[in-house]
Nanobody, 114 residues
Framework: VQLQASGGGLVEAGGFLRLSCAVS????????MGWYRQARGKQRELVAD???????NDADSVKGRFTISRDNTRKWAYLQMNGLKSDDTAVYYC?????????WGQGTLVTVSS
């Protein structure tokens, strides 16, 4: 499974962005799609994930602001980010987990100016 994230950029606080993750390869083997982020000097953390059955999970820090979704083909996963804050500034990565792997995309930078 290969992943390519896009959609990052510079946005003012309170603004919105939508990140996209293009998924290719053995899509049917994916059990969980997720978005993670890593701010400078911090560890990578889970932002949101969604199972193959459609159950979504959000980190407390983004509840009510961010929404993970995917299209019906499962070739795209999205992260809609509303009400952005300066604390959301980070490199965002998409991740795909199967029973025997955990693959990462290359990351896309989101910068929120206050």
């Amino acid at each position: 499974v290969q992943l390519q994230a896009s959609g990052g950029g510079l946005v003012e606080a309170g603004g919105f962005l939508r990140l996209s993750c293009a998924v290719s390869g053995r899509i049917s083997s994916i059990r969980v799609m997720g978005w993670y982020r890593q701010a400078r000097g911090k560890q990578r953390e889970l932002v949101a994930d969604i199972t193959s059955g459609g159950a979504a999970n959000d980190a407390d820090s983004v509840k009510g602001r961010f929404t993970i979704s995917r299209d019906n083909t499962r070739k795209w996963a999205y992260l809609q980010m509303n009400g952005l804050k300066s604390d959301d500034t980070a490199v965002y990565y998409c991740n795909a987990r199967g029973t025997a792997y955990s693959n990462w995309g290359q990351g896309t930078l989101v910068t929120v100016s206050s």
